[in-house]
């Protein structure tokens, strides 16, 4: 449900495959102690078998890479992540905990 109300926030979105939408996101990631952010490419799926989110799917970014952080969220093959839309913000918030690579972690995505 978060996803679709965030889709329904974005302005300035384009048609991605059958079922998503790529637009720019100032990505905010909170893990290991520390803040970065960065405006990254976002694809959000929100049809079909399994919503996601994608970031960096063209691996332009610099700060948030793969290498460091997570960059793919399913709800379906997570229950260690919950996934929340913030009306007055219109961003989505993605809060994982004891992920084996960055422990606890808080993403926050805005449209850039």
């Known amino acids: 449900m978060a996803l679709n109300q965030f889709k329904s926030a974005i302005k300035n979105k384009t048609e991605f495959g059958n079922d998503g939408y790529k637009f ?10 520390k803040i970065e952010t960065e405006i ?13 989110i994608k970031l960096d ?4 970014g610099r700060i948030l890479t793969s290498t460091k952080y997570h960059l793919d969220f399913n709800p379906k093959f997570s229950k260690n992540t919950l996934f929340v839309f913030d009306e007055s913000k219109k961003s989505i918030t993605i809060t994982g905990t004891n992920s084996p690579k960055l422990g606890d972690y808080e993403v926050t995505i805005v449209e850039a």
């Open 40 to 52: 990254l490419d976002v694809v959000l799926i929100v049809g079909g078998f399994e919503p996601t």
């Open 57 to 60: 799917i063209d691996f332009k």
């Open 24 to 33: 720019e996101g100032l990505v905010t990631y909170s893990a290991k102690g």
